[in-house]
């Protein structure tokens, strides 16, 4: 089953480090990567950029009315995701815990709904 590990994290503490530890969280980041891959259970992944680069899109009276930023202002922003292949919740979360930014943010672990 597919499951969306999806990465929240307070954009400005991100922002705001070092460039050292941005690099040894990069490193981190790729090292996990790497695991999941091996392990036969990756199938996407990737980074967004910053809030404010977001459009918030919404259809009223059959009119598309756009909104400069992320649909809600939160205390952890998206900042990414990985989609994963587990046998269950159990190991989807096991893997959910080894994304570095899961010690100082968020990951949410959502189950993909396979259409027929």
């Known amino acids: 089953m597919q499951y969306l590990l999806l990465i929240y994290e307070d954009e400005r503490k991100m922002q ?18 790497e695991s999941v891959r091996e392990a ?12 404010s680069t977001a459009t918030s899109v919404r259809v009223r009276d059959g009119k598309a009315i756009t909104t400069d930023g992320p649909f809600a202002e939160t205390k952890e922003q998206l900042g990414g995701f990985y989609l994963v292949e587990a046998d269950d919740l159990d190991q989807a979360i096991s893997i959910a815990a080894r994304i570095p930014s899961a010690r100082f943010g968020t990951i949410e672990v959502r189950p993909i709904w396979a259409f027929e």
């Open 40 to 51: 036969g259970q990756f199938v996407a992944a990737d980074a967004l950029q910053p809030t």
């Open 16 to 33: 705001g480090r070092d460039e050292q530890t941005r690099n040894q969280i990069f490193d981190e980041y790729r090292t996990f990567s």
